[in-house]
DNA sequence: TACAAGCCTCGTCATTTGGG
DNA sequence: CCCAAATGACGAGGCTTGTA
């Protein structure tokens, strides 16, 4: 049996493991082990929730404890929670509303800090340039180039270019802020590894290419295109691959965003559960105080 | 030292969700 | 209703550790 042969043996019966076991948890009381769910996937039988169906669950039936004393589960509404996909970052956002000290998601980042909006929720990008038209560009770890304007929400407008030829800037090299328009009309941004990302002024979408700084044809990829006029079948296929490329540079994003969303809800679920288990101990130890007080041994 | 096993990360696809 | 974002699921590859 090969490797990969052997690999996927595994998970597949890991995942049936896992699914068992959250299932025999379906019968009212659903407590999920954080641990487990870090290398296996904690799934319903759809397969639909994983850990944050079960966790706002849980939040809820915290949030709503008198409710839950009193035996008044909307059973309804449990159903809905457990059909709807829910997102790390309100979930995470919803914690952090209940308990102070819990770190919130950013979603935006107001402009007053000085800093880019769109970048500020991004993975540490390395160097941030802005453009004469108030346009950002991040050059962020790995070469991943990302322009984001300034008005967009979160993230979500970004565009990732990816150098074919990046890496680690050569030791040594000067980075260049560029704002003027070069002689073609366009505008050029000096990016590490000595290139330049290239922006031109025509079509309804920015045109971003990354250039030698003094070739005159493009060494790298063009993300964006002008949706103009398109008449040859070939044009067609490529304007269909720029935009399989663009849809596939966003999703690897987007997920890699979402995994650090996801990170972060986990570990803010763990700190949860030791703030209420030490709450727990606390209020068992005053209730033993207590029950001490008002009902002395008679020996 | 080779191999197995487990874990982690990443890219991609499919599907769901949410906003305009 | 449409479209982009978000997310689950899956496969692949790399790394670490234990063991024969």
Known sequence: M?????????????????????????????????????????????GQNSIPALAQVATIAETDESAES????????????????????????????????????????????GTPPNIATMAVPTSIYQTSTGQYIAIAQGGTIQISNPGSDGVQGLQALTMTNSGAPPPGATIVQYAAQSADGTQ???????????????????????????????????????????????????????????????????AKECRRRKKEYVKCLESRVAVLEVQNKKLIEELETLKDICSPKTD
């Open 2 to 46: 090969s490797k990969c042969a052997r690999k996927k043996y595994i998970k597949t019966n890991l995942r049936q493991m896992t699914m068992e076991t959250v299932e025999s948890q379906h019968d009212g009381s659903i407590t999920a082990s954080l641990t487990e769910s870090k290398s296996a996937h904690l799934q319903t039988q759809t």
């Open 188 to 254: 050029q941004f000096f990016v590490p590894g000595s290139q330049v990302v290239v922006q031109a002024a025509t079509g309804d979408m920015p045109t971003y290419q990354i250039r030698a700084p003094t070739a005159a044809l493009p060494q790298g990829v063009v993300m964006a295109a002008s949706p103009g006029s398109l008449h040859s079948s070939q044009q067609l296929a490529e304007e269909a691959t720029r935009k399989r490329e663009l849809r596939l540079m966003k999703n690897r994003e987007a």
């Open 70 to 113: 009193e035996g008044v589960i909307d059973s309804h509404k449990r159903r809905e929670i457990l059909s709807r996909r829910p997102s790390y970052r309100k979930i995470l956002n919803e914690l952090s509303s209940d308990v102070p000290g819990v770190p919130k998601i950013e979603e935006e980042k107001s402009e007053e800090e």
